[in-house]
Structures are given as C-alpha cells and as structure tokens.
T-cell receptor, first 113, second 114 residues
Framework: DGGITQSPKYLFRKEGQNVTLSCEQNLNHDAMYWYRQDPGQGLRLIYYSQIVNDFQKGDIAEGYSVSREKKESFPLTVTSAQKNPTAFYLC????????????FGDGTRLSIL | AQSVSQHNHHVILSEAASLELGCNYSYGGTVNLFWYVQYPGQHLQLLLKYFSGDPLVKGIKGFEAEFIKSKFSFNLRKPSVQWSDTAEYFCAVNTAYNTDKLIFGTGTRLQVFP
C-alpha cells in the first residue's frame, strides 16, 4: 500500500533536547510538507520541500530544521530553540502542481516533559 | 497575507439533519479550494476540491461544496448527516501565486448524535 509513514506515533522528550520526527513516503511524490496542529489553530506550515536537497521555510519555521537528502524522506528536527514544542505534527506529500491534493500521514504527538 | 476563516468551531447535530459549514478566504486572485476531513484516530483525507469550472463540486460520502467567488466562500454541505460523519473538517486554500503553500482554516469539529 502506498502512503506516508510517520514515526513514532508518540514521542516524549525532556526540555532542552533536540528531537527528530521521521516521515517517509512511497508515493513517489516530489513535494513534502511538515505541519503543526494545535487545538483551535488548524494546521500551520513549518517547512516544505519541492525537490530533493531543497526546502523552504513555512509560516512557523523558527526552532525547527529539516533535511531532504532522499525523495522518500523528510525528517523534522524540533530543536531546543522551539519555545513551545508540545504539539501534534503532521507530514504530507503531493505531486507538484497547483491542483494536486496533499496526502497526510497519521501524525506524531510530541510531548516535552 | 492570505487567510482562511471557519466560523463554526463546534457543530452538534442529530442524525438526518442538514449540514452547512462555512469557509471564507481572503485573497482576490485565482484560488484552489479544498475540504479535508479528519475522522477520530485517522489521518487527514481529502473530501473534495475545486480548481475551475462548475462552482458546485461533489465529494465523497455525499458531501458537496459551492464556490461563490463574489463572497470569497466555499461552504461545505450535506443534506443528511450520519453518526459516521463525526469528525473535524478543515477548509484549505492555495493560490495561483503560490501553489506550494496550502493555507488551512482552524477547523470545525462536527459531532453527530444518533
């Protein structure tokens, strides 16, 4: 089955530690995205990548970093600089183009202890 | 900056009631419009989309949405809801100017009681 795999589903980290969230897709999509979902705020774009070895900041990139070394993978690192990292993180991918819908993973819930 | 407003934050209905969820966007140019649904414990999935042509679009599970350009709206409707429609619904927009950025509304939580 083609799809997007996010791991782990739940992640706990101590304050001050960096943590990396995994996102893998086997849909052969060029574009990949990371969103943060908070109650009452919808989805906010963190970073996106249209092609391997290239990525762009979204609306709330501060305190986050990404890499796109392979087409299938787009890991997100939540750094200690992110002031409020506890949230639900969603990864998505799509074929490039304005009328292409995004396909979403199941998400990772990150809790900072 | 472009934005999307969903004014209904929480909607509670009985089965068989009709549904209309509001979505308004702020952008004067060409837009592409989407409704996504997130069922409890499941990932976001596309409900329907509008790019051009007939402003009334039909999606999965009996949902439809109407694009009214003069009102900057893309409201979601269903004539008769079912308990299984309980979910969170998100409206999203991207523009011809920046097709890579999908802007989401804050979501509407729908609860349907038998």
């Amino acid at each position: 089955d083609g799809g997007i795999t996010q791991s782990p589903k739940y992640l706990f980290r101590k304050e001050g530690q960096n943590v990396t969230l995994s996102c893998e897709q086997n849909l052969n999509h060029d574009a990949m995205y990371w969103y943060r979902q908070d109650p009452g705020q919808g989805l906010r774009l963190i970073y996106y990548s249209q092609i391997v070895n290239d990525f762009q900041k979204g609306d709330i990139a501060e305190g986050y970093s990404v890499s796109r070394e392979k087409k299938e993978s787009f890991p997100l690192t939540v750094t200690s600089a992110q002031k409020n990292p506890t949230a639900f993180y969603l990864c998505a991918s799509s074929i490039r183009g304005q009328n292409q819908p995004q396909h979403f993973g199941d998400g990772t819930r990150l809790s900072i202890l | 900056a472009q934005s999307v407003s969903q004014h209904n934050h929480h909607v509670i209905l009985s089965e068989a009631a009709s549904l209309e969820l509001g979505c308004n966007y702020s952008y004067g140019g060409t837009v592409n419009l989407f409704w996504y649904v997130q069922y409890p414990g499941q990932h976001l999935q596309l409900l329907l989309k509008y790019f051009s042509g007939d402003p009334l679009v039909k999606g999965i599970k009996g949902f439809e949405a109407e694009f009214i350009k003069s009102k900057f709206s893309f409201n979601l409707r269903k004539p008769s809801v079912q308990w299984s429609d309980t979910a969170e619904y998100f409206c999203a927009v991207n523009t011809a100017y920046n097709t890579d950025k999908l802007i989401f509304g804050t979501g509407t939580r729908l609860q349907v009681f038998p």
